[in-house]
């Protein structure tokens, strides 16, 4: 169904990793380490600054990959993982994109199931990747049929 997406990239959007958004992200799963929040306490650390969370990177905006038009609701979370060559400071501005890796369909109990892995990238202008994040979205038989007859709304 997507096979023909593999090897698509999105369009690079910039991005800046803010004080604000990594306070209430932090806030928000409950993290209470000082590196992420306390202006002091990051100043005096060896990064001179607060960073993020490293699941913080979910919540970037990867650009847009033509042809691929995932519905709003219906998918299934399957896994992500994420791999840094350093943590992302509070200041930090790089170019995030996505790639879509794989897609695959199997057949279980369940019924028939699509899963469609992406690698979203942070690299800086001169190429340099700060992080790459992968994930697994499983698309069930419903949003399947949904998605080829074009009404994602209901999914």
Same mark, same amino acid.
């Given at each position: 169904?997507?096979?023909?997406?593999?090897?698509?990239?999105?369009?690079?959007?910039?991005?800046?990793?803010?004080?604000?958004?990594?306070?209430?992200?932090?806030e928000?799963?409950?993290?209470?380490?000082?590196?992420?929040t306390d202006?002091?306490y990051?100043?005096?650390?060896?990064?001179?600054?607060?960073?993020?969370?490293?699941?913080?990177?979910?919540?970037?905006?990867?650009? +847009?990959? /033509?042809? %691929?038009?995932?519905?709003?609701?219906?998918? #299934?979370?399957? !896994?992500?993982?994420? $791999?840094?060559?350093?943590?992302?400071?509070?200041?930090?501005?790089?170019?995030?994109?996505?790639?879509?890796?794989?897609?695959?369909?199997?057949?279980?109990?369940?019924?028939?199931?699509?899963?469609?892995?992406?690698?979203?990238?942070g690299?800086?202008? +001169?190429? /340099?990747? %700060?992080?790459?994040?992968?994930?697994?979205? #499983?698309?069930? !038989?419903?949003?399947? $049929?949904?998605?080829?007859?074009?009404?994602?709304?209901?999914?």
């Open positions: 169904m997507l096979e023909h997406l593999v090897g698509k990239k999105s369009n690079k959007v910039l991005t800046t990793v803010e004080r604000g958004a990594v306070k209430k992200f932090a928000a799963i409950g993290e209470t380490h000082p590196i992420y202006r002091e990051g100043l005096k650390s060896k990064y001179g600054d607060n960073i993020a969370p490293p699941t913080f990177p979910r919540t970037f905006d990867y650009g +847009s990959i /033509e042809g %691929l038009d995932l519905p709003k609701a219906g998918l #299934i979370h399957g !896994e992500q993982s994420f $791999e840094y060559a350093r943590p992302l400071v509070i200041g930090d501005t790089f170019y995030c994109s996505s790639l879509v890796e794989s897609y695959v369909e199997k057949t279980t109990k369940t019924g028939n199931l699509g899963f469609l892995t992406l690698l979203n990238i690299e800086t202008e +001169s190429g /340099e990747v %700060l992080f790459k994040s992968r994930i697994v979205i #499983i698309l069930t !038989e419903t949003v399947r $049929e949904l998605m080829k007859h074009g009404n994602h709304s209901n999914a």
